[in-house]
């Protein structure tokens, strides 16, 4: 999804070098990117032939080589923008649920740790969407060039997201109490095990038992 994103903006905003582009996701976006990444990304994209490196502007810093989108560039992303999104909803088997089914072989302390710092992991990234959603709000105040400010929706959805999650791992939480509480006691694995009589051995014991008067 990046590099359609960064051939977007060179699309629609002009040439650009790695480090505007770099601000004008995380302002336009939200999007949290390394400069590593987006150098490449456009990388990449040169290699195949969507952008291409043009010439910096009169007085421009000459260390911030500028890149422009070529015609099968603009291609690409016309292409990609008016096809259906291919993960428009989120698969219902992902990593965290995948976790969860193994919490009931972990000791219950373990589990209760497990469950406590992904509640805690969940509510800071819930306050840092929130912060982003305040400063987008205070930038759409002020005015960023968009035509379409997206970022604050996107931040609201992102939010609904946390808000959920919160709700599956309290949920989760509660049943993890419960069969704690209730659940079969694990074997002490100090303990040996006796082996199961053979049919044989069982006949020899019950021979040796004393008849009952």
């Not at 002009?14 to 590593?36: D, M, Q």
């Not at 490449?40 to 810093?61: F, W």
């Not at 049943?175 to 694990?186: I, L, V």
Request: aromatic share 8%; charged share 25%; with cysteine.
């Amino acid at each position: 999804m990046m590099r359609y994103v960064m051939l977007g903006l060179l699309r629609h905003k002009g040439p650009r070098h790695g480090y505007a582009l770099l601000k004008e996701v995380r302002a336009r976006i939200g999007l949290n990117l390394s400069i590593g990444n987006v150098y490449r990304e456009l990388a990449h994209l040169v290699t195949d032939g969507l952008v291409r490196s043009t010439q910096n502007p009169a007085g421009a810093d000459p260390r911030r080589a500028p890149y422009e989108i070529s015609p099968a560039g603009i291609a690409a992303f016309d292409s990609w923008l008016s096809a259906p999104p291919t993960k428009a909803l989120a698969p219902h088997h992902d990593e965290f649920c995948a976790r969860a089914f193994f919490l009931g072989h972990a000791e219950p302390s373990v589990g209760r740790k497990i469950i406590e710092r992904w509640r805690d992991e969940l509510a800071i990234h819930g306050k840092t969407l929130e912060r982003a959603k305040e400063a987008a709000a205070a930038t759409r105040r002020g005015g960023n060039g968009s035509p379409i400010d997206v970022l604050p929706f996107f931040l609201g959805r992102w939010l609904r997201h946390v808000a959920v999650d919160l709700e599956f791992i309290e949920q989760l939480r509660v049943a993890h109490e419960r069969w704690a509480e209730t659940g079969p006691a694990s074997p002490d694995p100090k303990s040996p095990r006796r082996p199961p009589l053979r049919a044989q051995d069982d006949l020899h014991v019950r021979r040796a038992r004393p008849v009952a008067q």
